[in-house]
Structures are given as C-alpha cells and as structure tokens.
C-alpha cells in the first residue's frame, strides 16, 4: 500500500462486564489467564479515541506473560457499542476476526460510528481466554478523491487515491491509494463486469454509482463506499423495468440531472421533479439506437448530445426528450444530420463544441469532426447547430477503433493512446499532425484509460491527464500536468500511483 499516516492510538483499558450483551456459544473457561499482564506504560489510556475510515489504526500493547507464549493465540475484533443483535441477541460469532498477531496494524473500513476494538488472548493449551479492549470513534474525512474501478481475474472493485495535486487541502504525506475498499466494506462482496462509474446530481440523494451489466450495480454512500441500494433497478430509488447493460453516464451540470445509456437507448433522472427522484424512463423521440457516449452541451434547449448508429445522426437530449437538429445551410461543412461513417469516440471540448471521430468504414480512414451545439434550438426562433470543421487523420499513426482520444476544455488539446504510445494530436496547426510522447509511459504498459481532468472552480481544471496502465500484471494511474493552451506535457510532474488491477474507469469526487 502506498505511503499512508499511521494513526497510533496507544489507548488500552481492561472493560469488565463488557460482555454481558453477547453470547459466546464456544466451549470455554473464561477464567482470566493466570500470570498475563498488559503493560500500558507510558500510553494514552483514557477517553474515546479518533480513528479515520480507511486510514492505518496501530495497536501495540505488551503482552508479558508467564506461561509458554508459543501456547498464545490472538484475535482482534472490532464491535459496534450499540450493536444490533440477531434474533438469539447474539452479535458476538458474528464479527470477523480483523487480524491474528498480538500488534493490531490494519486498515480500519468500517463505517463512521463507535466501536470497542478488543483482542482476545487465548492459552490453546488450557482452553482459557483473556480480554483486552479498547474504545475508538471512527469518522470518515474522505470528501474527495480520485475514484478507480479497476479490474483483476474477471473482478472489479473500487478504489481511492489521494493526491495532493487534486485535493488542494491534503498534506503530502498523507498522500497514497486505498484499495479494494468496495469488497473490505461491502463483506467481501466483488463487483462483476464493471462498466463505469458516476455520481448522483442530487444533494438529498448524493452518491457514488458503480455501473454493472449484470443486475448487481450499486449506488454507494459518498463517504463510507457501502452500497446502498439493492440492484441495478433500485439505484434511483425507483424500477427501471429493463435488462442491465449500461453503457455510460453523464452527470449534468445544468442542475441536478443525469443521463445514461442503456442498452442503445437514453435514459432520463430528473431530481428537482416533484416528490423526489423521478424518471422519465426511455428518453422518448424519433426511433434511435445510441452509441456509447454522452456529450455534454447544456443549453437552454439541450442538455447533451448523443450520435444514432441507426441513421448516422446526431440528437439532441432536451430532458425528457431526444429531438433532430434542424437541416444545415446548403454550405455548412458537414451535415450533422447524416454522417455515414462509424463513431469511434465522442465528448466536450474548449468552447463546449462537441469532438467526434469517425471511421470511414471498411477503410482506414479516420476523422475529426468539431461541431458546435450551444447555440442550437428548435424554440419559435429556431438556430441550427453549427457544422465546425472536419480534420482528416491520416498523419496520425496508430489510430484505429480501439484507440482511446480525450480533449481539453481550455485549449485545442486532444491526445490519444495507441497501444503503449501516447500521442499529442494538433488537428488546427497546418500539419494536422500526431505526435508521440517519449519516455512514456514506462516499457511493457498499455494504456487502457485516457481523461483529461475537467472539474469547473478546481485549480487543475483542464491542466492534468489522467493516464491508466497494464503491464500484465500491474495497473497504474498515472497524473501528468500540461499546458492547457499548447498542450505540452510536464513529464516531470509525473505522479504515478501502482498496485491496481487493470483501470476501467475513474471519477473524481
């Protein structure tokens, strides 16, 4: 695990009593041990102590005992103050064991609340059991970070990196990753075929969702990462009615709405709606069948825009609705509303114009096509959307419909990844040219994830490139500064955070 602050409670008091709320069915003598003493000298021994979700808690009591030690065996064990019992009134074999040793050095995943920390010191030889208890308040202090749904062996779970570059107010050295914390908080549980991730618009219902295509998608509590709902149908709070297959999610930032695609169709979730939570079930309009992408354009009239492979067209997402942009001027550069070519990647980019690449298909052909939906309408008044410019590709090597493109939202930036290249792409000079990037990523990695990062009022916004690496064996999550006008990339402001499955998604929160 990556540098981490070790949290040293030295805080150690013997509770007699304390179990008389649970009930042990083991065969045991709970005779105190004779002649075994924990020495509590020079530690903090009163009060409730702090410990953090997620972070390091370190125990370490001396055990002096004068029996034979090799007879000793340890067990550690964290318990709510206020447990809820099962219908025996019994909590206590319930409890997992969170370590074996006489020091107590773990990550602490339970979620905020007050526990007894309590190490059970057994003679295997006598069957005699002793107690030693501490007690300890957990809170959580992650507000943010940078999410990673990452998968190894056909299993996903999420996890967290803190990095001071993304969380202004953390200190350096708290900086690191947290892994696996899904499946540590969530019992064990691994999510299976992960899709992507997301996060609700909706302060009263605020959370992070984990998209599946099988029914076990979850929406999980912001802070704690322990799921709360149930299944794909209830992340909303209400019955979707359909087959899990999401595809991708766009949070808009035109008031608390999110858009998904599920399955070629567009799927609607209007928080501000009367009584809660509503949807608005398949995003009605002509018939269509969406490629995987949202763009994200918020105009008076739309809220996003999404490519129809069935006619090869753009729409407009406006709510509850998709509708077709009017008819271009004869002139225009290219028709939004009939593009015969395969979509290959569609998102944002400076200025709110929408960037999309197209495959000539059945060629090698490939192409840039900008165009620009802000001003578009279909009011009394109608404006067309304008039809930018079209770049041909065919200075930038690599390129296929694997490869990966993302865009910057201050500057005309675009890089894409290739394999195990990273090229910056600089479609408006005259040479419409792909340029590789040296020396990175490291020997043996190929890239399977690329994102600009766009977070509005953040002082990173549209300045770092989040890279994701497989060597095989090994993700990492790479955040690479640039020039958010020229592009150019800061390789010595390389951050590199290891240890992961392979990347598939990554959401700041």
Known sequence: MNKMRNIVWCLVFLVTGLWGCYDDKGNYDYKELPGLEIDTTGLNISGEKIAYQFQTLLVDPKINYAGNKEDLSYSWRL???????????????????????????????????????????????????????????????????????????????????????LITNL?????????????????????????????????????????????NSYKLNFNTFESITEGFGDLFTFSLGIIPDPACFARSTNGPTELFINDGLLYYVDHMAMGGAKTFGEVTGPVYDAAPF?????????????????????????????????????????????????????????????????????????????????????????????????????????????????????GKVCYYAAGDKLYQYNYTESANKANPIADFPAAGETITYLKVFKQNNHVQNGKTLIVGTWNGTEGKVYLVNFNEVSGTLDLSSIQ??????????????
Request: a negative charge; charged letters at 20%.
């Open 294 to 410: 949202i763009a994200e354009v918020n105009t008076s009239t739309y809220t996003s825009v999404i490519f129809d492979k069935s006619q090869h067209r753009f729409l407009g997402a406006a709510r509850s609705s998709v509708k077709e942009f009017l008819n271009l001027p004869s002139d225009a550069v290219w028709n939004i509303n009939k593009v015969n070519k395969e979509l290959v990647y569609l998102g944002s980019g400076m200025d709110n114009e929408t960037y999309a690449v197209f495959n000539d298909e059945g060629t090698s052909n490939y192409y840039l096509y900008v165009a620009n939906f802000t001003e578009a309408s279909s009011d009394e008044n109608p404006t067309p959307a304008k039809a930018v410019a079209i770049y041909n590709m065919n200075n930038c090597p690599g390129v296929t419909n694997s490869t990966l493109f993302t865009f910057g939202n201050l």
């Open 171 to 215: 200190n350096p050295e708290d900086e690191g990753a947290l892994y696996n914390i899904f499946s540590q908080v969530n019992d064990g549980e691994k999510i299976v075929d992960g899709r992507c991730l997301g996060l609700s618009g909706s302060s009263v219902l605020n959370g992070v969702y984990v998209f599946a295509k099988n029914s």
């Open 79 to 165: 318990y709510p103050t206020n447990p809820v019992l099962d219908a025996d009134k019994n909590r206590f074999d319930t409890i997992k064991p969170l370590a074996t040793t006489p020091v107590f050095n773990e990550v602490i995943y339970n979620a905020p609340d007050s526990y007894y920390l309590t190490l059970t010191v057994e003679d295997k030889s006598v069957d005699v059991k002793y107690y030693w208890t501490c007690k300890i308040k957990v809170e959580s202090e992650l507000t943010s970070g940078l999410c990673v749904l990452d998968e190894r062996d056909g299993e996903y779970d999420l996890n967290l990196i803190k990095s001071a570059r």
């Open 496 to 509: 590199s955070f290891g240890q992961f499955g392979k990347i598939v998604d990554v959401l700041f929160k």
